[in-house]
Antibody, heavy 121, light 107 residues
Framework: EVQLVQSGAEVKKSGESLRISCKGS????????ISWVRQVPGKGLEWMGR????????KYSPSFQGHVTISTDKSISTAYLQWSSLKASDTAMYYC??????????????WGQGTTVTVSS | DIQMTQSPSSVSASVGDRVTITCRAS??????LAWYQQKPGKAPKLLIY???SLQSGVPSRFSGSGSGTDFTLTISSLQPEDFATYYC?????????FGQGTKLEIK
């Protein structure tokens, strides 16, 4: 079964650093880009950015550019989302999801289970 | 950024009803649009891609249409498991953007 499995819930303090992970299995990891999506409790979905594991080409939403870093280690089929200095406003659920677009948009068809990040001030 | 506006923001309906949700883009996105369903405490699920293509495994009561700036998601005959929140999302240009969501509730 194709899966994206995310790392577990995190509780941090403002100013701390954090890296969460997303491991793909049962598919060719470099054939799909990985996006990260934020969902603040009770709110909608926000696209943060995406990375192409084949060449690490990355695009960020301006809303998140400079505050998070998306990376990948294709040797272990894993993508990462990291912060160098967390804020209380980063408290949210974070999803990784895979997608592809080849002459058309095929949507984000597989999602991780989500990682809850709680940041206290 | 392209703004995606869904209407209505919430809708109440009964099992068996036909429901249509609309998504409007602030500029044209061609057919680079997808629809997702999200249930409480769960990750979103892809329903429709390329504006009108049904994702594998999704019941045929779901359908999508539109191109450019105006799109619709239709559920032909609501089932109990369809009560959820629905989001449209464009991938025509960066940054990708989601609509604010439409909550479908039981009447």
């Amino acid at each position: 079964e194709v899966q994206l499995v995310q790392s577990g819930a995190e509780v941090k303090k403002s100013g701390e650093s954090l890296r969460i992970s997303c491991k793909g299995s049962e598919y060719t990891f470099t054939s799909y880009w990985i996006s990260w999506v934020r969902q603040v409790p009770g709110k909608g979905l926000e696209w943060m950015g995406r990375i192409d594991p084949s060449d690490s080409y990355t695009k960020y939403s301006p809303s998140f550019q400079g505050h998070v870093t998306i990376s990948t280690d294709k040797s272990i089929s894993t993508a990462y989302l990291q912060w160098s200095s967390l804020k209380a406003s980063d408290t949210a659920m974070y999803y990784c999801t895979r997608g592809r677009s080849s002459g058309n948009y095929f949507g984000m068809d597989v999602w991780g289970q989500g990682t809850t990040v709680t940041v206290s001030s | 950024d392209i703004q995606m506006t869904q209407s209505p923001s919430s809708v109440s309906a009964s099992v068996g009803d036909r429901v249509t949700i609309t998504c409007r883009a602030s500029q044209g996105v061609s057919s680079w649009l997808a629809w997702y369903q999200q249930k409480p405490g769960k990750a979103p699920k892809l329903l429709i891609y390329a504006a009108s293509s049904l994702q594998s495994g999704v019941p045929s009561r779901f359908s999508g249409s539109g191109s450019g700036t105006d799109f619709t998601l239709t559920i032909s005959s609501l089932q109990p498991e369809d009560f959820a929140t629905y989001y449209c999302q464009q991938a025509n240009s960066f940054p990708y953007t989601f609509g604010q969501g439409t909550k479908l509730e039981i009447k």
